[in-house]
């Protein structure tokens, strides 16, 4: 499967329109602007509300047979909770869904793509255990509503990114914000970590029990998973690289795909002796009990991979320097980025050398090829300075495609590829300052005209093709459909 990817939030617009709940996003971008880059929302966002039809045909312009993109939980059920549900926010879904099906294009969705309604927030959010039931009644009215066409359902996207941010969303609007934050972040993000799993695993044995048979889809994951490479090949180094993992990525993979279950072990251990030193009766990280272990175990038909770049880490060098997992609570490694790796527009991710085929690699011999893996996100950052010309996302994606064919060479059981983004979007606390879209939108324009980007011409050919031309330049700028599409 070649598709894209978009989020409600940052696509979607229409904040409050036809009975849509407010969300977590909206909240914070309207109580507290100062937090994001250039001040912006995602009110009217890329209007996708309205311009869906648009989006689709953008799929289909480049061949794509795949899009994925994420149902607003507040649009559907403004309160969060099962017994008000919004007729406008099914309707937009289906209308989506159908559009998609009529082209053959496969739809994949994400139940949870950050946008939590406030209200279920200012309950607390994902540090109540209930959020475990709130999730599973929202997932049922979406297997309910959309499985009959959604044969691809992906319950959290990047758990570490809700954990880490979700105490940043319940302490910003009450006091002194993210300072604040911070000294909460050791507790509320694992606390965080146990109820998110806990509730991915409710939604996927209810797709299980209720749905399968009848609906024949599937249900899994998604995880930001960036590469972390040894410096060296000294044991050293190489512990520090594992406990970067099972610190980041591995604290939502292993309870799920390893054989034994439950947090990655050294990780665990750790937390336990740090809290101990801190005055601490308990590890601030929750254990699982036997029957949650078995519950989570194997809760996923496939694996979402999101895979942006990757580190190198290190025992020794750049100690100070790391946040793994977070600024307050690392595990006490150092990371190296080297200087000839380039860095994309958001300063932060690189070009790093085959860290693709390193993670499938990796994911393929940690859980012994388990169960399928879909690449739902990799992207590369510009500014609206490139506009259409993005010579570095096409080097980037050209990048990522050969580790691709490398990953199946190795048999990684990989099934699809899904480009970051469609279209360029709200970049959570970036605003629009950074642009991951195949397709330009100048957000100054009302109509917020879609444009494709030569990274859309140049994905097309590859898609096309099935070959990775690296000499191919688009003739023109004038994308038509294919016919078949
Ligand atoms: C650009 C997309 O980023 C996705 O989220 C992350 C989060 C963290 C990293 N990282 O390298 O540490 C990469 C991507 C997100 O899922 C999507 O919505 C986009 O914003």
Redesign the pocket.
């Known amino acids: 499967m070649f598709g894209a990817a978009t989020?409600a939030y940052?696509i979607e617009g229409a904040w409050d329109a036809d009975g849509k709940g407010e969300s977590i996003w909206d909240r914070l971008t309207h109580t507290g602007p100062k937090i994001i880059e250039d001040k912006t929302n995602g009110d009217i966002a890329a209007d996708s509300y309205r311009k869906y039809k648009r989006d689709v045909e953008m799929v289909r312009e480049m061949s794509l047979d795949t899009y994925r993109f994420s149902i607003s939980w507040p649009r559907i059920l403004p309160t969060g909770m099962p017994n008000d549900i919004n007729p406008a926010g099914i309707a937009y879904y289906n209308n989506l869904i159908n559009e998609l099906l009529k082209y053959n294009i496969t739809p994949m969705v994400t139940l949870y793509?950050w946008d939590l309604p406030q209200k279920l927030q200012d309950l607390g959010g994902f540090a109540n255990p209930l959020i475990s039931d709130w999730f599973a009644d929202y997932a049922r009215i979406v297997f309910q509503t959309f499985g009959d066409r959604v044969k691809h359902f992906i319950t959290f996207?990047?758990p570490p990114?809700i954990c880490q941010t979700s105490d940043m969303m319940s302490s910003f609007n009450t006091s002194e914000g993210r300072e604040q934050f911070v000294n909460a972040t050791n507790i509320v993000n694992y606390l965080c970590a146990k109820n998110l799993l806990v509730a991915h695993g409710n939604a996927y044995r209810i797709y299980d029990k209720e749905f399968r048979a009848k609906q024949g889809g599937q249900c899994g994951f998604t995880i930001?998973i960036?590469w972390y490479g040894a410096h060296s090949n000294s044991s050293e180094d190489q512990k520090a690289a594992e406990m970067a993992w099972q610190g980041d990525w591995g604290l939502y993979t292993e309870p799920i795909l390893s054989a034994l279950g439950g947090f990655p072990k050294e990780f665990a251990e750790r937390v336990a002796k740090k809290s101990a030193e801190q005055g601490f009766t308990r590890s601030r990280l929750p254990e699982f009990t036997e029957e949650e272990k078995t519950f989570l175990r194997g809760s996923a038909d496939f694996l979402g991979v999101?895979h942006?770049?990757g580190v190198l880490v290190s025992a020794t060098v750049n100690k100070k320097h790391n946040h793994v997992p977070s600024k307050a609570d690392d595990v006490d490694v150092g990371i190296i980025i080297p200087k000839e790796w380039q860095r994309s527009a958001d300063n932060?991710?690189t070009l790093c050398p085959n860290s693709l085929y390193n993670v499938l690699y990796q994911l393929q011999s940690r859980y012994n090829n388990p169960i399928p893996i879909y690449i739902t996100?990799t992207?590369w950052a510009t500014t609206e300075e490139s506009k259409l010309d993005d010579d570095d996302r096409v080097k980037y994606y050209r990048a990522q495609l050969e580790d691709v064919l490398d990953a199946l060479d190795a048999g990684v059981n990989l099934k699809g590829f899904i480009a970051?983004s469609l279209m360029d979007n709200f970049?959570?606390i970036r605003g629009y300052t950074l642009r991951?879209g195949l397709y330009h939108i100048d957000f100054q324009d009302p109509a917020r005209t879609r444009t494709p980007k030569k990274s859309a011409f140049v994905y097309k050919h590859i898609v096309n093709n099935r070959y990775i031309d690296h000499t191919y330049q688009p003739e023109s700028m004038t994308m038509t459909i294919d016919p078949g599409h």
């Open positions: 989020a940052q793509h996207n990047e990114q930001n960036d999101n942006y770049s932060e991710t996100e992207g970051w970049e959570w991951f």
